[in-house]
């Protein structure tokens, strides 16, 4: 089976346990869970059986020691996660209002997650890869997108693919580097798996179907409107296949996007057909959302097609 590697953070996300709850005055707090967009995504594709494995560092704390336990228990490839003495491992502190917005506070750029490079350990792993996964949001520093050019080139070498999942504000497309980044990923990029409104960061066109032509007319062969609750639509040269999202109560949406990338190239790489890999990212994005924590509703593969037996589509 195909190999895929990401690089990027990892952290820890804490979050305030009663919706509305500030981090102004002192309050009841859940976690440590496992995070960081990178390692939601590499743990998801070992769960559903793929060969995964994760570019990262962090500090050699209980935080940095609780992810790389979790990836091992879930099959992922540890080997290139670097643990640095001195360092602390990133956090993330989320607060939920009524309205289902979130607001964090981050400690990344400062942690471990920053020492990301590649080694000898990381060269080894990409020797042995057929995809590389980018996320805007890992193109937090000059050394960050370095290491996602080297990962990108590194497998492109070998005849292998890459994907895009850009999960960028508009605020990040004025950090240093950032536009000449995206342009380099965009140009090597086979899949591209937007939600719907950042399709429009990138494309001119002010209509989904225009806006994935501009893309498609770009070199990239497969693009993935994701769409929250209401599922996804998947775009490729022979036409427009759209999916339903499943029905479940969503407690917490950190780590939807991340799980549905996952499995949709999982199961782009294993030649699927465009209604399977939607069925079984779709089903992976909703149980993602029923568990409090980024990687808690995180499901193996016999679990999500047991789930997606069942399951009704639409709204719950
Ligand atoms: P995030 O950045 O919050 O991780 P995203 O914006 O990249 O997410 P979404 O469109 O929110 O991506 O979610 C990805 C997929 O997860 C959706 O296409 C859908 O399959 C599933 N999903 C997300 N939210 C829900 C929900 N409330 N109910 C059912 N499925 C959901």
């Keep these: 089976m195909k ?41 998801q594709a070992a769960r559903l059986g793929q060969p995964a494995g994760l570019i990262a560092a962090v500090g050699d704390d209980d935080f ?8 091992r228990a879930d099959g992922a490839d540890i080997s290139a996660i670097k643990v640095h003495r001195g360092a602390a491992t990133g956090t993330a502190f989320v607060t939920y209002e009524a309205d289902g917005s979130r607001h964090f506070v981050y400690n990344i750029k400062q942690s471990a997650a920053g020492l990301i490079e590649i080694g000898a350990e990381a060269r080894a792993l990409l020797a042995g890869a057929d995809h590389f996964h980018v996320m805007g949001t890992s193109l937090f520093s000059p050394e960050v997108i ?4 080297n990962g990108i080139e590194a497998v492109k070498a070998r005849g292998g693919t890459v994907s895009f999942d850009p999960n960028i504000r508009k605020e990040m497309l004025d950090l240093p580097g950032m536009r000449d980044a995206l342009h380099f990923v965009l140009s090597k990029t086979d899949v591209f798996l937007p939600s719907g409104p ?12 225009s806006a994935v032509r501009e893309m498609l007319g770009r070199g990239i062969s497969t693009v993935v409107v994701k769409k929250g609750a209401d599922g996804a639509v998947h775009y490729d040269q022979t036409g427009r296949t759209a999916s339903p999202g ?10 939807a996007g991340d ?6 190239v999982s199961f782009w790489l294993r030649g699927a057909t465009a209604e399977k890999a939607l069925s079984i990212a779709n089903g992976c994005g909703a149980l993602a959302v029923t568990k409090k924590g980024p990687m808690e509703g995180i499901a193996s ?5 047991a789930f997606i037996k069942t399951a009704k589509t639409g709204a719950p």
Excluded: W, Y
Excluded at 259 to 264: K, P
């Design 146 to 149: 370095e290491v996602a050019r």
């Design 259 to 264: 799980c549905f990338a996952a499995a949709f």
């Design 3 to 43: 190999k895929l590697v990401c690089a990027g953070e990892i952290l820890v996300e804490i979050m305030a346990e009663r919706i509305g709850q500030s981090f102004l005055a002192p309050g009841p707090l859940v976690g440590p869970f496992p995070s960081g967009a990178p390692a939601i995504f590499i743990d």
């Design 246 to 255: 499943f029905a479940v109560d969503e407690i917490d949406p950190t780590g």
């Design 301 to 305: 593969l016999a679990a999500v097609e």
């Design 198 to 209: 950042e399709l429009f960061i990138f494309a001119k066109a002010t209509d989904e179907e």
């Design 64 to 71: 940095g020691h609780l992810n790389i336990e979790r990836l």
